[in-house]
DNA sequence: GCTCCAAATTGACTTAAGTCAATGACTTTT
DNA sequence: AAAAGTCATTGACTTAAGTCAATTTGGAGC
């Protein structure tokens, strides 16, 4: 346990858990585990039993949905501090997603029974967990209305802007190959690889084998029709 | 106010007012208003400012997207008694989809502000939310499954299977037109005209222009990807 | 009965996007 | 440096599904 100190920092960082005083921390942190895995590991599979509530600590993970052939939607991908699973912890029901670890990843982990005692015992955590959720819920109608309305060339176009929102007008190609990308839009590495040739024609982007770079906002935010 | 003990039996049913007592139901109810609309009239719009937590009391409503060129695709269709819109009641922000009255509707609403009152003095409220909220998750994760991995034919399939399963085996079109299910599946009528037309010639359905008979709920269930 | 109407159906066509296979470019290993 | 491996690119083709425009169907009302 010479962790608690570490984890409870990285707890604190959770929303849910910000306003817990130290004591509280330890206590819930004794609730748990620390689980670590390895890039490319699975975390837990959707329509398995529960696998409990995480907390990402470090490294990032992808929630994804896996279909009969072996494709790969990605929901979300996350980044440190953040809880996860929350919907399987709180109705007891299998995972509703497949969650895989895209590097190194350091989480904690509570049985789900475990988590309703604590949601009990420290009841702010349910109250921020309902922001989490609400969150959650945007995000999920967002990809709805992008899956009914838009077109790979929209979805990618949206999807670059939301890359480069993160930072610069550069992609790294290497964190994003076209696969990643096209799970990300829901579509195939080559649709990806025509769409942005069609963009780097149009003088939209500008693409190397190593990197994008958006030229031309305006046109992209058109084409992801996105209206401000 | 000679609406309170009808209203306060209906608000009863929420589940997220079942264990409170008659005197704190009336309180809540007099936070509200009664709001009643007709059929096909919009109850709130997507993308407009929060509109409040509502209760549907009487009648059906429909969650919906729509898309750049009048297209609907329908997220939920909802029987009384249940909440909506309270993703945007908890965050303060937009709706995040548009509401129509599928029938002459009577709900009950609360504005975001004193809503959040409501659950600082009802904390009962907040923690059933979260039940909630959670299957609104899983239905959206349900929802980007389908549409990344389902065809059309898919779609329609499962979708027959749902609304035979409130009931007997048979739909009556009038009550849901192809333009309806279009709406459901996220496809057009024509698509679901001649997708019928499939299943009929497969004699997985019977279908008359006044109603659908499922046959052969099996080969349903293949064609709707479900593995039991 | 007949008329009118909205919805469903059907046909013909277009199109976005998936599939499969070949090639090319860069990286890592040995 | 050669070999192997991975990923991107491109071409050729297929296919599911959307579009548009008749045409048909089965009421609802007269």
New binding site residues.
């Given amino acids: 346990m010479e962790m608690i100190p570490h984890l409870s920092e990285n707890l604190h960082k959770v929303k849910q858990f910000e306003d817990l005083a130290y004591d509280d921390i330890v206590t819930i942190i004794k609730a748990g585990d620390v689980l670590r895995f390895h890039k490319d590991e699975a975390i837990f599979r959707e329509d398995e039993p529960c696998a409990g509530m995480f907390v990402l600590i470090q490294g990032e993970v992808h929630l994804l949905k896996s279909g009969p052939?072996g494709?790969v939607s990605i929901l979300n991908a996350l980044s440190p501090v953040i809880m996860f699973n929350e919907v399987a912890a709180l109705d007891g029901g299998a995972n509703p997603v497949t969650c895989l670890a895209n590097t190194e990843v350091t989480t904690w982990r509570v049985h789900h029974q475990k988590f309703h005692d604590l949601m009990k015992q420290f009841p702010q955590i349910g109250f921020s967990l309902l922001n989490i959720l609400a969150r959650r819920n945007r995000l999920l109608i967002a990809h709805f209305d992008d899956l009914s309305f838009?077109?790979?060339?929209?979805?990618l176009a949206k999807h670059l802007i939301e890359l480069s929102d993160q930072g610069t007008r550069v992609i790294d190609?290497t964190r994003?190959?076209?696969?990643?990308?096209?799970a990300r839009v829901?579509?195939?590495?080559?649709?990806?690889?025509?769409?942005?040739?069609f963009l780097?024609v149009e003088a939209i982007i500008a693409?190397?084998?190593?990197r994008i770079t958006i030229l031309d906002f305006e046109r992209l935010l058109t084409l992801a029709q996105i209206d401000l």
């Fill in positions: 052939e494709q838009r077109s790979v060339q929209a979805r190609r994003f190959p076209n696969r990643l990308m096209a829901v579509t195939t590495p080559e649709a990806v690889s025509r769409t942005l040739k780097k693409s190397t084998r190593a």
